[in-house]
């Protein structure tokens, strides 16, 4: 069974605190990626990373960074913590795509973060 | 650029009831299409995918059909269940094959979905 596993259920941090978001998965998947999640807005993508030390900004990378130093490790930043980026962030990993193909992405349970 | 429209929640059904979750899209070239739930507490799961015109993609009762003329993927369930009560997230891919961006997903809003006995 793949498993996409994240530090923590739930995370509460101070404004300014720098916060950092873990994700581990063991299938030894290529491409993994952060997600943040709010009511009437869905998922949407933070960063991803396609290769170990490599990175793409994602549709809302502001306030965010990421960190990939082995493959089935994925760390989000956030520098200096805002009462805006409280949210569900989830982090899913997925094989690399190849001649047309679109492989699933996995998902982790999420981290609840709240930032006051 | 890519984007996913969903009907609004949330749907309420009693048990037993038919299904349908309306998706439209609109994208470049051939996306792949998926439907992912999310039950209550934790993160999103594959329910079913689509990689090309007319294909059908079906999981535990649910279906749904890649409709290139009318660039549709209705979720539908003949008969639903308490247990099916979760919020459901239809989604893309159109990336290029070959490089890390094939497999990014552009998600819908999602549906919540209500079943009561």
Request: proline letters at 4%.
């Given at each position: 069974d793949v498993k996409v596993t994240q530090s923590s259920r739930y995370l509460v941090k101070r404004t300014g605190e720098k916060v950092?978001?873990?994700?581990?998965?063991?299938?030894?998947?290529?491409?993994?990626?952060?997600?943040?999640?709010?009511?009437?807005?869905?998922?949407?993508?933070?960063?991803?990373?396609?290769?170990?030390?490599?990175?793409?900004?994602?549709?809302?990378?502001?306030g965010y960074s990421v960190s990939r130093e082995k493959k089935e490790r994925f760390s989000l930043i956030l520098e200096s913590a805002s009462t805006n980026q409280t949210s569900m962030y989830l982090c899913?990993?997925?094989?690399?795509?190849?001649?047309?193909?679109?492989?699933?992405?996995?998902?982790?349970?999420?981290?609840r973060l709240t930032v006051t | 650029g890519n984007s996913v429209t969903q009907m609004e929640g949330p749907v309420t059904l009693s048990e037993e009831a038919f299904?349908?979750?309306?998706?439209?899209?609109?994208?470049?070239?051939?996306?792949?299409?998926?439907?992912?739930?999310?039950?209550p507490g934790e993160g999103l799961q594959l329910l079913l995918k689509a990689t090309k015109a007319d294909d059908k993609g079906s999981n535990k009762g649910f279906e749904a059909t890649y409709r290139k003329e009318t660039t549709s993927f209705h979720l539908e369930k003949g008969s639903v269940q308490v247990s099916d009560s979760a919020v459901y997230f239809c989604a893309l891919s159109s990336g290029?094959?070959?490089?890390?961006?094939?497999?990014?997903l552009t998600f819908g809003t999602g549906t919540r979905l209500q079943v009561t006995l």
């Open positions: 950092f978001l873990e994700c581990v998965q063991d299938m030894d998947h290529e491409n993994m990626f952060w997600y943040r999640q709010d009511p009437g807005l869905g998922l949407r993508l933070i960063y991803f990373s396609y290769d170990v030390k490599m990175k793409e900004k994602g549709d809302i990378p502001e899913a990993s997925s094989f690399s795509g190849g001649g047309g193909r679109t492989y699933e992405q996995y998902f982790g349970p999420g981290t | 299904l349908t979750i309306n998706c439209t899209y609109t994208a470049t070239g051939y996306p792949s299409l998926f439907w992912y739930v999310q039950y290029e094959s070959g490089t890390g961006t094939a497999s990014k």
